[in-house]
Each structure stands twice: as C-alpha cells, then as structure tokens.
C-alpha cells in the first residue's frame, strides 16, 4: 500500500453526501491545503454534472422508465440505479422507488439492517435494498468520483475519516465501518458529527481559536441534521500553557431532524388545500413529502426566494394528465419550523411522550416531541456535573446550577441555514442562563453548514498524524455487559443480572482492558443472549466495576444480541470459566474476548448490523 498523500472526510449524511480532503505533504500544522471534491452525477437522464453535494438518495427506475445510456457516469456504463441530484427529483414524482433516509435505517435495531427493505412502502414488484446496501452505494459513488479526479492517488492508499452521529451506538457504528471498508476504506476511522463541525471552525480560524475561546470555557455543539439532532459539550482547559478542547458529553440518540421537518410541512400544504376543497391522498402525501424536502432546502439556501411552487401527480378522472398545484412559502416554512421543532421552552421542560397505539406500521423509531429546544434541555440538565471532575478544567458550576451553563454555542446541520431557527436556539439557551444569573453564551461562527463535517473529518483525518489541534473525549459513553446471577429455579422469576463495566467514559480509541482477574461463567455451543448497556453520566466507573444495582435513568440498554458461541470440541452449553477483555478499535466499535481458563481458545463478540453478535473463535 502506497503511503497516504491526502486525508479524506467524508458526511455521509441522511439528505447529502459530502467529500473533503486535506493535501498532507502541502500543509503545516493548522495551517492546511484544504480542498471539497466537485461530485459527478447524474441530474438528468444522460446528462452528469459535477457538484458540490451528493443528495442522498437512490432511485431503482423500472426496466422501460429510462433508454439505454441515462444511467451512465465517467466511471461506469452498466450501473441501473441513479445516485443523487436525478434520484432525488425522479422520487419526488415517484417515491415507490425512491431510497431515502438510509441513515436513519441504518441505526434501528428494530430491523435487519442487512435485510433488503427500502422503499419501506415499496408494492412486491419494485426491488429493494438493504439500509447497508444504500450506504455502500452512496459512498462507492463517492470512491469512483475519487479515483476519477485523482488517478495517480487512489482513494484506497489515502487516510479516510468517516463521519458518524454522536449518538451512534455500537452495533450502528459497526455497521457504517462495515459499509466503509466494504466500499475501500481500507485505512478508516470513524468521527462524532459534532466534533468534526468543531474541526472546522477550528481549522478555519486558521489558529485563531485561541483568541476566541478561554480555559474554564464550554463550548455547546447543536446539531441538527436531515435525520437525527446531536447535542455534545467540549471543555476549553489549560494544560502546561497549553489549550487543550475535551469532550465531555454527548446526547441520546434522538431521531428529529429535516425527515420530521419536511412531513410537517406537507401536512401543512395538505392542510392548505382541504381548505380549498381538495383532498390529498396517502400516496399523494409521500411525493409531496419529498418536494416539500426540495422546497425547504430552496427556501433556506436563497434567502431572495419567498415561495417555491410545488406540484402533486393526480390520477383523478378530472386531472387526467394534470397535477394538483400549490405552493411553499417563507411565511410557512418559518412558521412550521419554528413552532413544531423551537418553541419556547423552560430548562425544566422535558420531551413530551404521548399514547401508542397498540399495533403500528414498522417504521423508523422517531422522536415523540418534535420539539428541539425540550430535548435540549433535558440534554443539559443531564449534564449538570459532567465537568466536576475534569483534570485542569479551572470553570466552576455556580451554587444551585440546574444545568451545564454554556458559554458558546456552535451550530451545526442544514436546519440552521436559517438565521432566524438558529437565533431562536440561542435565544431561548441564553433564557435559561439568564434565570440562573450566568452570562449570555455566545455564537461561534461556524463554516459552510454543508460542508462542515466533511471538511472537519479532513482535517481530523490530518492532526491524528500529530499535526494541528485534537479534541480529546475517547468512548462518549461507559458500557457494560450484564452478568447473570446464579439462582434456584423460582416460578416468576427471572436471574437478577449485575453490569461489569468493560469500557469507562473516555476509554480511548484503539485501547484494551484487560479486566481483572476475577472470572465468569461463559456458555458455549447453544444459543445464548449478551446484554449491553451504556450510560453517559456514570464517569467514575473503571473497567471491572460491578454494579449491583443502578437507577434507571443512569443505564440505557442497547441493542441484544443473541449467538451460539462455536463449543470447540467441548459439550454443547458447557460452562467454561474465562476472564474478560475488552478493546475500543479505531473505528470506535466495541469488542468483548473471553479467554477460557484451561486453554487456547478465544472468543470474540462484536457488535454487527444485525444487533446480533458476531462471535469468533480463535
């Protein structure tokens, strides 16, 4: 393998795709040679264009829909799928046909994310895809457009960071660096979406962020993308004359962003023609789904525009060959957005839930409350002592503080194009600091919000080579492994489990945990069941601590897994005695080992797509 001359970050976002790199040999320390890939692809049958964003979306035409040659690239003349800008205005008029929204299905463990399932409401006859599948084919697309513009340094020899939601846990994180390496990342890691926008504001600062942030600082990421809304905290310390930024927290993983947004607004546009007297069908409401996606993305990249038209196909027998009309306008669009997702809300306000029906269509799990600025809350309150006992960090929680006081705020994601959703943030964050007498934070200008976790992955990609400014953080959360008590069979009544931490808050990417010597019961040979939990406010815990018993708000379970471990030669569930030994890969994805006490063996469990195990033995 030759030796790397770029590092490369890729957004694999939920409605853009985004290709950044960082030329290694000609840039020096924060100052760096940073450039964004022009993207071919088609944007019309026959006709490939070269931009600045890949949409991300794929289109699976009929086998008559398109001629011979509308499907070509550069690259590739048997491909019979379309890859963004034409994908995406092609499902709009059809969305049966349309993938969509991959991301957001790449992270519910309530479905087999290798299983061919996209469109989600596809009829029989349409072919599907797997949310892996759809993620591959976005960032093989990114690879040929690569190696088409750079021949002489092939995508596969460069230093490539993939980017990822904060809020990912480890069976979705597995899953994108299975995409990543199956499309030739072959040198891959991943990267939280928040901290790579924060690598762009300090790249672009060009070392001037020293100027703008000082120790005792927390610095606020709001992230609020096509599919999820990301919250994260980084700590501006002083260690030997030296800034140093740490992570300190991330947010749940919450799935509200511009997927809710541009339902609500076609309900809104809906709502405006059964005034009129028109009714708009269910499969109506799909496509006008995706135009009012294009008609917002419109509305918040060219501030001049006040409307955008909008039509919807009609199969009516008195709109034969016609289409319904309307329009979406700045006014709803401010309205909608602003209302729905950022209202007004007090730090004592949480999320609200609200009553479920009993059987519901399978679907992607999304947020309950729309509301942006109440999970925000919630978020911060969580977070009151998540520096208390950060080393250097010289800032002090006031007496009686409810929440983590911010005192700047970076935002990030293509919801805040528009000024007035990120004034209404910041706003309603400087209420909060303002009841509890805390100064007003203040805004961090951030870069290009398109292309600002592409362009951070880059230059992430270069300061890991000892170059530049790293934020520190490792694992953002602690995670644990149940362990099964050992009990007479009582009617009723299941083994009460422990949590043995195998991974603390912090652990750092490409470390082992060799857990104490203490060992366990492992079962081998019969189907078995791995329970993992994860907590982001539990902080003192180390590897080997063994909880008994924990409040419910301090440890969230993540995704079962359920394996037969290979017996090798021994009895089918057989009991071998093992120690445990876990280790954070680069990538970010967690990995358990047992090692039998008496001999060779050794059996891995990984997180895979599935939430099932991936389990070796070696």
């Given amino acids: 393998m030759s030796e790397a001359r770029f590092a490369i970050g890729i957004d694999l976002g939920t409605t853009h795709c985004a290709l950044s790199w960082v030329d290694i040999g000609g840039s020096d320390g924060e100052q760096v040679a940073q450039g964004v890939l022009p993207i071919p692809q088609l944007t019309a049958p026959a006709s490939v264009e070269a931009l600045g964003l890949l949409p991300s979306f794929i289109y699976l035409p009929h086998a008559s829909e398109l001629a011979a040659g509308d499907l070509n690239l550069p690259w590739t003349a048997e491909q019979d799928y379309a890859v963004g800008e034409m994908a995406r205005r092609l ?16 992270c519910h463990a309530g479905v087999d994310r290798r299983a061919a399932i996209l469109p989600s409401d596809a009829p029989p006859e349409v072919a599907r895809l797997s949310p892996l599948e759809a993620s591959l084919r976005y960032l093989s697309h990114l690879r040929n457009a690569w190696d ?48 790579a926008a924060l690598y762009s504001w300090i790249q672009k600062s060009a070392g001037g962020w020293r100027k703008q942030v000082q120790p005792g600082e927390i610095i606020l990421v709001v ?12 700590a501006v310390l002083e260690r030997d004359g030296v800034l140093e930024l740490h992570r300190v927290a991330v947010g749940e993983h919450i799935l509200l962003g511009g997927d809710n947004m541009d339902l609500a607004l076609a309900f809104a546009v809906a709502s405006k023609l059964g005034a009129q007297g028109i009714k708009v069908e269910q499969w109506q409401l799909r496509a006008l789904t995706h135009s009012c996606r294009a008609a917002k ?26 289409s319904l009309r309307s329009e979406l306008t700045r006014d709803e669009l401010t309205r909608t957005l602003l209302e729905g997702f950022f209202p007004p809300a007090a730090i004592a306000d949480r999320p609200q839930g609200r009553g479920r029906a009993g059987l519901t269509q399978l679907g992607l799990p999304y947020a309950q409350d729309a509301a942006v600025t109440r999970h925000l809350a919630a978020f911060l309150a969580r977070q009151v002592a998540a520096t208390a006992d950060l080393e250097g960090f010289s800032g002090a929680r006031p007496d009686g503080a409810t929440f983590l006081h911010p005192t700047a705020v970076l935002f990030n994601g293509g919801v805040f194009k528009s000024e007035l959703l990120a004034e209404r943030t910041l706003a309603t964050i400087n209420s909060w600091l303002a009841a509890e007498g805390a100064p007003a934070a203040r ?24 170059q530049g400014v790293r934020i520190r953080g490792g694992t953002a959360r602690s995670y644990y ?54 907590s982001s406010v539990r902080r003192h815990d180390q590897v080997g601590t063994l909880l008994d018993d924990w409040p419910p708000d301090e440890l969230q379970e993540l995704d079962e897994i359920q394996t037969t471990l ?10 071998v005695r093992v120690r445990l030994h876990a280790r954070v890969t680069e990538a970010g994805t967690l990995e358990l080992e047992a090692l039998p006490h008496d001999g060779p063996e050794r059996w891995k469990v990984e997180f895979d797509a599935r939430g099932n195990a991936a389990d070796r033995a070696a």
């Fill in 443 to 466: 805004r961090l200008e951030g870069a290009d919000l398109d292309l600002a976790v592409a362009r951070g992955g880059a230059y992430y990609a270069y300061v890991r080579r000892g």
């Fill in 566 to 575: 290979p017996a090798e030669g021994r009895a089918a569930g057989e009991v």
């Fill in 223 to 234: 992230d609020v993308g096509g599919g999820t809304s990301d919250f994260s905290l980084i």
């Fill in 91 to 106: 499902g709009a008029a059809t969305p049966i046909r349309l993938v969509a929204s991959a991301k957001s299905w790449l």
């Fill in 481 to 534: 492994v149940a362990i099964e008590s050992v009990m007479p069979a009582v009617p009723g009544m299941q083994p009460p489990v422990q949590a043995l931490c195998l991974a603390p808050f912090g652990m750092e990417e490409g470390s082992d945990a060799a857990l104490p010597a203490q060992e366990f019961g492992l079962v081998v040979g019969e189907q078995v069941r791995f329970r993992f939990f994860g």
């Fill in 148 to 195: 088409h513009a750079h021949p002489d340094a092939p995508f596969v020899d460069q230093e490539i960071v993939v980017t990822i939601p904060a809020s990912f846990d480890p069976a979705a994180r597995e899953l994108t660096a299975e995409a990543a390496r199956s499309a030739g990342c072959e040198q891959m890691i991943l990267l939280e979406e928040p901290q």
């Fill in 297 to 322: 993305e419109t509305l918040l990249n060219e501030p001049e525009v006040s409307d955008v038209p909008l039509l919807i196909a009609s199969r009516g027998a008195r709109l034969i060959g016609g």
